[in-house]
């Protein structure tokens, strides 16, 4: 499977673009979408799910032409919304049956398969019998991509995943992912926590302000950061001047003071080493070498406690 994005743009009622000559070529496994929020990340899925036109470009998904042959493009596409919702009186495995239902598949004996393997896969098949609307979130987010899944999609778009997610949820859902990825699908991960990319995906490409600023292995982008990650051993007189100063990744209070982790070009009035960056860092890094400060009051929706 191939999606090749060429020159694609989104311009909402004349306003500034949403999306501004995107260019990006996705091939099979996990690709992870990253950008602070009002990136236009949601724009471009929405236009790679067919719920939107974009407003010039083109998208050919394996040749086929996004505007041209959307019905056939729909039959191999799965879509986890940023906002997954269920039906208040319906059980779990009866919102499966529906969403098969929706989905052309006739048979009684089919959809019971589907639903039972599904259920299985996704770790629901004993909340089978509970209401969807009252399941935990982490268990409605898996119960999202298994009504994507629906139908063997050869391409998977899940929107924001693990917002909102508790640590122990977010791991098992990224799991998921990564198993599901093995198989030879096309599974498109848009994040603003830079956790869900590190820990999923090979690929990605990182989107501010409506362009893309990088496409490559996340270790590509690391590789830009290395020497400007510092460590600072800091008093508490230093800590507020540090963080109107440098863009800072962590706080960790010690017995004398803080351990402060930034992203910087050098540290020279304070004590401190080079450290290793991370993806988390060359995100900020990234940033804050390429975008003015317009760019970045949103830009830190990390995830720090994470990993």
């Known amino acids: 499977m191939n999606i090749q994005i060429k020159n694609l743009s989104k311009i909402y009622n004349g306003s500034k673009p949403a999306l501004d000559n995107i260019n990006l070529d996705i091939g099979n496994g996990l690709f992870g979408l990253l950008g602070p929020n009002g990136a236009g990340k949601t724009t471009l899925m929405r236009i790679l799910v067919t719920l939107m036109k974009p407003t010039s470009g083109t998208v050919l998904i394996n040749g086929m032409d996004l505007q041209k042959e959307r019905k056939e493009i729909r039959r191999i596409l799965g879509y986890l919304p940023q906002e997954f919702s269920t039906f208040p009186k319906i059980k779990t495995w009866e919102f499966l049956d529906y969403s098969a239902r929706l989905a052309e598949i006739k048979s009684n004996s089919e959809r019971s398969g589907i639903v039972d393997k599904l259920l299985e896969q996704v770790g629901l098949f004993e909340a089978r019998d509970r209401l ?40 098992r859902f990224r799991n998921l992912l990564t198993e599901m990825g093995q198989e030879e699908r096309i599974i498109i991960l848009s994040t603003h926590i830079v956790g869900d990319i590190s820990s999923t995906c090979n ?5 501010v302000e409506g362009q893309v600023g ?16 510092f460590e600072i051993d800091a008093t508490a007189n230093d800590l507020t001047a540090i963080q109107e100063t440098y863009a800072v990744i962590s706080t960790i209070p010690y017995e004398s003071g803080w351990k402060v982790q930034v992203v910087a070009k050098h540290t020279d ?4 080493v080079t450290i290793d960056p991370n993806l988390e860092h060359a995100y900020v890094h990234f940033i804050e070498e390429h975008y003015d400060s317009e760019a970045k009051p949103d830009l830190v929706e990390l995830d720090y406690k994470d990993d």
């Not at 690929?203 to 989107?207: E, K, Y």
């Not at 990088?214 to 990650?229: N, R, T, W, Y």
């Not at 009035?269 to 401190?272: H, V």
């Open 132 to 171: 969807a609307s009252k399941l935990s979130g982490g268990m409605k987010r898996r119960l999202g991509i298994a009504q994507a899944l629906i139908g063997n999609p050869k391409i998977l778009v899940v929107d924001e995943p693990t917002t909102g997610l508790d640590p122990e949820e977010r791991i």
């Open 203 to 207: 690929d990605m490409a990182l989107l």
């Open 214 to 229: 990088f496409q490559g292995p996340p270790s590509d982008l690391i590789k830009q950061a290395e020497g400007s990650v």
């Open 269 to 272: 009035n304070y004590p401190s």
